[in-house]
């Protein structure tokens, strides 16, 4: 596909353009709009070699943990902040499982734009609270859940001039849209499959979207946690559990859109186990060098337990990064080794077989 890297491209900064600039003649934004970018997507395509050894299949990994923000949700973000800054907005409001929180207050930021976030209490990952805080949002912590927070904001938006900007912001999708543009333009078309994790629905709608307005047509596999699969069942989940936070959703805004595109793909949507969705964390870290958070693995959990399934190329979504969550990641990790400051004492440790 063609990009455009004009010389104003750049917004004051080097590298690679964000990505309106980059795919802006496939999205809603003229060349005199406001943009408020971060340089986000351009992400990394990783070959995972001993994944594909497993399967049997070429799987890459698309690394969208290396956005600004350490998530996917910066490329809905900056086409959903740039809109509200074109629209006059003074201030943009979310619900969210922690990673929409810490980049509509990283763009809002960026922006100058009040922000507000309503998280369910005690249920974010630290790396995102302290995103949002730092970033100074004002954060609301509700003694409820995901779902609960979003029936309230849409609510809070109809009296008042805030921008909603959770995946039901269709600039949301137009922006997360474009990491089907980069996943056709490094590999020269679309893969067999894709397998990402589904939480609101958002992400694999606007992939769906992005890989259509190509002609291409991936088999969708998306993934969700058992204790939080209401496309699985086909019914909402009134109490959503799973170590998985940021898909920890009972009832899914896209819903919809997710089905039609799995109808549209012969895909699907099904279900993996919390242990399935840590194990796949744990070889994505160990096994390939990269780190996500638990959410993220969600997809590659499905690959793993599924197989290729006759795909020849297969397209992992990795969504968040790693250090987002990383109470999750010491608790399953190995415990660190204490140690006398002594050479034997430490050539003991460092020398030793590994369990
Ligand atoms: C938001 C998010 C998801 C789920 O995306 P949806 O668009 O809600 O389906 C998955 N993983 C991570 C890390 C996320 O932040």
Request: proline content about 6%; glycine content about 10%.
């Amino acid at each position: 596909m063609s990009q455009s890297h004009a010389p104003c491209a750049q917004r004051g900064g080097h590298g690679h353009p964000g990505l309106i600039d980059r795919y802006r003649n496939r999205l809603p934004f003229d060349s005199d709009d406001p943009v408020v970018s971060l340089q986000e997507g351009s992400t990394p395509l990783v070959l995972a070699e001993r994944l594909s050894e497993r399967v049997g299949a070429e799987v890459w990994l698309k690394i969208e943990g290396a956005n600004p923000t350490g998530s996917f949700k910066d490329r809905g973000m900056t086409c959903a902040v740039s809109a509200a800054v074109r629209e006059g907005a003074e201030a943009v409001i979310c619900a969210s499982t922690g990673n929409t929180a810490a980049s509509a207050a990283a763009y809002a930021a960026r922006g100058g734009l009040r922000c507000a976030v309503i998280v369910p209490e005690g249920k974010i990952a630290t790396g995102k609270l302290a995103q949002a805080l730092m970033h100074g949002a004002r954060v609301v912590a509700l003694r409820g859940n995901f779902d609960q927070a979003l029936a309230l904001v849409r609510e809070l938006v109809q009296r008042h001039p805030i921008a909603l900007v959770n995946s039901v912001n269709e600039f949301r999708l137009q922006g997360q849209k474009t990491a089907a543009f980069e996943l056709a333009d490094e590999l020269g078309e679309g893969p067999d499959t894709l397998c990402i994790p589904v939480g609101n629905a958002g992400n694999v709608t606007a992939y769906w979207k992005g890989f259509s307005e190509l002609g291409l047509s991936p088999r969708m596999l998306g993934y969700q946690a058992e204790g939080a699969a209401p496309l699985v069942h086909g019914a909402p989940v009134a109490d959503p559990e799973t170590v998985a936070s940021a898909i920890r959703i009972g009832d899914p805004a896209r819903w919809e859109e997710a089905m039609a595109a799995m109808t549209g793909s012969s895909g699907a949507i099904r279900a993996v186990s919390d242990d399935e969705i840590l194990a796949a964390y744990r070889l994505l870290a160990a096994g390939e060098g990269v780190f996500c958070e638990p959410a993220s693995a969600a997809g590659v959990a499905g690959l793993l337990k599924y197989g290729a399934e006759g795909a020849e190329r297969v397209v992992c979504v990795l969504t968040g990064h790693g250090l987002k969550d990383p109470q999750t990641a010491l608790a399953q990790a190995e415990a660190v080794i204490p140690c006398e400051p002594d050479l034997a004492a430490v050539e003991r440790i460092v020398t030793s077989p590994s369990a």
